[in-house]
């Protein structure tokens, strides 16, 4: 492609050379420098690629895009091309690159602090049952027919999202799907690109700190951007920060929620369970009527299940494509049931921050109101070892570990609404040769001999008998009962051949402690 074609779009001032260069390729890292490619050069957080200019055009580069001035008798004989944003430049010239694919396919953007990743799957699974094929891109990957693969980034760089929509569209696909981070929209990785449907889940405070957004207000702006390039906006009408998000915006508005106001909302949900199944049942009202099932537990997924919906009602979905997509999808790591045995439930789900992990356990409660709930095990008190994070307020237990002489500020003490637990406590190694895995064996602290192992058991677990009968603590939990590959703290070694303590004294004081709990 000649650079001039490239360059469509693109505001640029040719500082030297000609634009009648043949460019094979765009590149942003140094390290690919090849003849017949462009090097764009990005002013980083970390460092500024315009120091590797020179080097690049002495490896073949035939071209360069910079942001500021850089030394032009370092560059001999290649075109250099000044913008006021090269990372904005770089989106287009992507674009332009691989044909600007997504100008070709239905596009849908998925933003929000929780429930990207659920919803953006809830969209897929439901045109996919329309007859739809669907190319995604998110916090789980890149997914299209069949394929798989990682990204490193929730929406990945421009160049790589425009190489993959690329790939969306040879392989047959009609519609695009993404989530767009608010990194993506700040970093210009989306520029560009003008999306069908825009969707706004939920906002919170997140990625406020160094490298990412100064402040939420700064978050939340960078949002709404979206909604400055959609078509359509298919938003959360109960969030409260919604109205502030949406300031100037260009799209169209369909909303969705609980709320009488909404376009799409639904009533009262009902919660189902069976040992292999979690999920709600609601009803939908508004500018429909219709009743939803979801594979998927709690408020959350009523929202989630919403704003999926509401998508396949601006797109003109079936009813019965909705019902099938929302009925069947299941998001790896997002509350995702393993199926182990019917005298349990195990979930597994990436709740990455506060807000998320207290939404998760304020969801299972509703399940099973009469079920204690451990909402971290647990805070540490180690100074030596680690930072202390402190206590996070969830759950039914003030939860600490700690490994070593129980001190004062180790002492979990119960609150009005929660019992103390010490999660885990101890961590006394022994090494027993010959009954070891063969690693690299460690503990918190190590004992010289069986005898001074058990005495420092005893004087633990007296101490826990204090705690218990001063403090009220009501739970303890020895770091481990047997080996594990590396840790030879427990019980017993590593092969069950050998018990490191004396039993019968470790007996007698863990009676002791239990009859103080009871006396509680």
């Given at each position: 492609?000649?650079?001039?074609?490239?360059?469509?779009?693109?505001?640029?001032?040719?500082?030297?050379?000609?634009?009648?260069?043949?460019?094979?390729?765009?590149?942003?890292?140094s390290r690919k420098a090849a003849p017949g490619r462009l090097f764009v050069c990005i002013v980083g957080t970390q460092r500024d690629s315009h120091d590797y200019a020179a080097q690049c055009v002495a490896d073949g580069v035939t071209a360069l895009v910079v942001q500021h001035d850089i030394d032009l008798s370092t560059v001999p004989g290649a075109a250099v091309l000044k913008v006021e944003s090269s990372r904005?430049?770089?989106?287009?010239?992507?674009?332009?690159?691989?044909?600007?694919?997504?100008?070709?396919?239905?596009?849908?953007?998925?933003?929000?602090?929780?429930?990207?990743?659920?919803?953006?799957?809830?969209?897929?699974?439901?045109?996919?049952?329309?007859?739809?094929?669907?190319?995604?891109?998110?916090?789980?990957?890149?997914?299209?027919?069949?394929?798989?693969?990682?990204?490193?980034?929730?929406?990945?760089?421009?160049?790589?999202?425009?190489?993959?929509?690329?790939?969306?569209?040879?392989?047959?696909?009609?519609?695009?799907?993404?989530?767009?981070?608010?990194?993506?929209?700040?970093?210009?990785?989306?520029?560009?690109?003008?999306?069908?449907?825009?969707?706004?889940?939920?906002?919170?405070?997140?990625?406020?700190?160094?490298?990412?957004?100064?402040?939420?207000?700064?978050?939340?702006?960078?949002?709404?951007?979206?909604?400055?390039?959609?078509?359509?906006?298919?938003?959360?009408?109960?969030?409260?920060?919604?109205?502030?998000?949406?300031?100037?915006?260009?799209?169209?508005?369909?909303?969705?929620?609980?709320?009488?106001?909404?376009?799409?909302?639904?009533?009262?949900?009902?919660?189902?369970?069976?040992?292999?199944?979690?999920?709600?049942?609601?009803?939908?009202?508004?500018?429909?009527?219709?009743?939803?099932?979801?594979?998927?537990?709690?408020?959350?997924?009523?929202?989630?299940?919403?704003?999926?919906?509401?998508?396949?009602?601006?797109?003109?979905?079936?009813?019965?494509?909705?019902?099938?997509?929302?009925?069947?999808?299941?998001?790896?790591?997002?509350?995702?049931?393993?199926?182990?045995?019917?005298?349990?439930?195990?979930?597994?789900?990436?709740?990455?921050?506060?807000?998320?992990?207290?939404?998760?356990?304020?969801?299972?409660?509703?399940?099973?109101?009469?079920?204690?709930?451990?909402?971290?095990?647990?805070?540490?008190?180690?100074?030596?070892?680690?930072?202390?994070?402190?206590?996070?307020?969830?759950?039914?237990?003030?939860?600490?570990?700690?490994?070593?002489?129980?001190?004062?500020?180790?002492?979990?003490?119960?609150?009005e609404r929660r019992a103390a637990s010490l999660g885990e406590f101890g961590g006394k190694g022994l090494f027993v040769r010959g009954h070891m895995w063969p690693v690299r064996n460690d503990a918190y602290e190590m004992m010289i001999n069986s005898g001074v192992l058990t005495d420092t058991y005893v004087m633990m677990a007296t101490e826990l008998e204090q705690m218990v009968n001063y403090f009220g603590l009501?739970?303890?939990?020895?770091?481990?009962?047997?080996?594990?590959?590396?840790?030879?703290?427990?019980?017993?070694?590593?092969?069950?051949?050998?018990?490191?303590?004396?039993?019968?004294?470790?007996?007698?004081?863990?009676?002791?402690?239990?009859?103080?709990?009871?006396?509680?």
């Open positions: 492609m000649k650079l001039e074609q490239l360059l469509e779009g693109v505001s640029y001032t040719l500082v030297q050379g000609s634009l009648e260069l043949d460019i094979e390729d765009i590149i942003y890292d904005y430049a770089l989106a287009l010239m992507s674009g332009n690159l691989f044909g600007n694919p997504s100008r070709r396919m239905t596009m849908i953007g998925v933003t929000g602090t929780k429930g990207k990743t659920t919803t953006t799957h809830m969209i897929k699974s439901v045109l996919e049952a329309a007859g739809r094929k669907v190319g995604m891109i998110g916090t789980n990957g890149i997914y299209f027919l069949g394929h798989h693969q990682e990204t490193a980034n929730t929406t990945p760089e421009s160049y790589e999202l425009q190489k993959t929509f690329r790939e969306f569209l040879d392989a047959g696909c009609d519609t695009a799907l993404m989530e767009v981070s608010s990194q993506g929209l700040m970093m210009d990785r989306v520029a560009g690109i003008h999306y069908d449907i825009g969707v706004f889940t939920n906002l919170s405070p997140d990625h406020i700190g160094p490298g990412e957004h100064k402040t939420f207000e700064e978050y939340r702006s960078w949002k709404g951007q979206l909604f400055k390039r959609c078509t359509t906006g298919v938003v959360n009408i109960d969030d409260e920060n919604t109205e502030a998000l949406l300031e100037g915006h260009t799209c169209k508005l369909v909303t969705y929620g609980c709320s009488e106001k909404a376009d799409y909302r639904a009533g009262t949900y009902q919660l189902l369970r069976t040992h292999d199944f979690l999920g709600v049942q609601f009803h939908v009202s508004g500018k429909d009527d219709m009743d939803v099932k979801v594979n998927m537990p709690g408020e959350f997924s009523v929202y989630n299940a919403l704003a999926a919906l509401t998508v396949g009602k601006v797109l003109g979905l079936p009813d019965e494509a909705i019902h099938e997509g929302l009925g069947r999808c299941v998001v790896k790591g997002r509350v995702e049931l393993v199926p182990i045995s019917r005298k349990f439930t195990i979930l597994l789900d990436y709740a990455h921050n506060e807000v998320s992990t207290e939404s998760l356990l304020t969801t299972l409660r509703a399940y099973d109101p009469h079920r204690l709930v451990n909402g971290m095990s647990g805070y540490n008190y180690a100074p030596g070892y680690r930072k202390a994070y402190g206590d996070p307020g969830n759950g039914d237990f003030v939860d600490m570990h700690h490994y070593g002489k129980i001190e004062p500020g180790a002492i979990a003490k119960p609150d009501s739970t303890a939990i020895y770091t481990q009962t047997t080996d594990v590959e590396h840790e030879i703290n427990g019980l017993v070694t590593y092969d069950r051949r050998v018990e490191k303590m004396n039993l019968d004294k470790v007996r007698e004081i863990n009676t002791s402690v239990i009859e103080a709990t009871r006396r509680k």
